[in-house]
């Protein structure tokens, strides 16, 4: 069964710093993984989805990564502002036709 | 173009009750799915459907049926609701194509604003 570790589960940082959000999943046979954000009480938005024939895949400020052999993924994000302060989830395919197994998230404070 | 429409967006419940969480799209989407996301879970794929009439279970899904009589809405019934369903309840959507196609597909979902349920 694929399983996604996300880490930190938390972080807290000053406004103007770049940063890195980390995913893992157990099973490497993916075909794509994305990034979402997540807003307090509400939906999720799709960020950034890359293939499995990409290594990168970049939307703005945001850089997604994508290791399949080892397993990783990781969203840079640089020059942070206090507008990215949210929950960061990561997913892959996973059971349920095109349906997702999703990390629990990293919860993001951009402190100004 | 409204995307992903789920309503109620709140609700509450007495243990027993029963009750439809509603979930519209409007992009002519072929699959539909529910998640539940409860706090130290993450999200948990309840029920999918991949086309009008097709339906299947994902990882939870005892306490939940779905239907998909159309290509556009897909309503989540819960049939005697328990406190343990109080969660947060998201409707996705996305293109699939068949085949080879759909491995380099870029199936983005896009999810509602969610239904934020809680049974006493």
Redesign the interface.
């Known amino acids: 069964k694929q399983e996604?570790t996300q880490i930190p589960a938390a972080l807290s940082v000053p406004e103007g710093e770049n940063l890195v959000l980390n995913c893992s999943f157990t099973d490497s046979a993916i075909?794509?993984l994305?990034w979402?954000r997540q807003d307090p009480?509400?939906?999720?938005?799709?960020l950034l989805?890359i293939?499995s024939?990409q290594r990168e895949q970049t939307s703005g400020r945001l850089n997604a990564s994508l290791d399949k052999s080892s397993g990783r993924s990781t969203l840079y994000i640089a020059a942070s502002q206090p507008g990215d302060s949210a929950t960061y989830?990561c997913?892959v395919p996973g059971?349920?036709?095109?349906?997702?197994t999703?990390?629990?998230?990293t919860h993001l404070i951009i402190q100004p | 173009n409204a995307g992903?429409t789920q309503t109620p967006k709140f609700q509450v419940l007495k243990t027993g009750q029963s009750m439809t969480l509603q979930c519209a799209q409007d992009m002519n989407h072929e699959?539909m799915?529910w998640y539940r996301q409860d706090p130290?879970?993450?999200?948990r794929?309840i029920h999918?459907s991949?086309g009008a009439g097709i339906t299947?279970q994902?990882?939870v899904p005892n306490g939940y049926n779905v239907s998909r009589s159309t290509t556009e809405d897909f309503p989540l019934r819960l049939l005697s609701a328990a406190p343990s369903q109080t969660s947060v309840y998201?409707c996705?959507s996305?293109p699939?194509l068949g085949g080879l196609l759909?491995?380099?597909a870029?199936?983005?979902?896009?999810?509602?604003?969610?239904t934020?349920l809680s049974v006493l």
């Open positions: 996604v075909y794509n994305q979402f009480g509400k939906g999720l938005t799709s989805l293939q024939s989830l997913a059971g349920g036709a095109d349906g997702l999703f990390g629990k998230g | 992903v699959y799915s130290g879970m993450g999200l794929l999918y991949v299947d994902g990882e998201f996705a996305s699939r759909s491995i380099l870029k199936n983005i979902q896009y999810f509602g604003a969610g934020r």
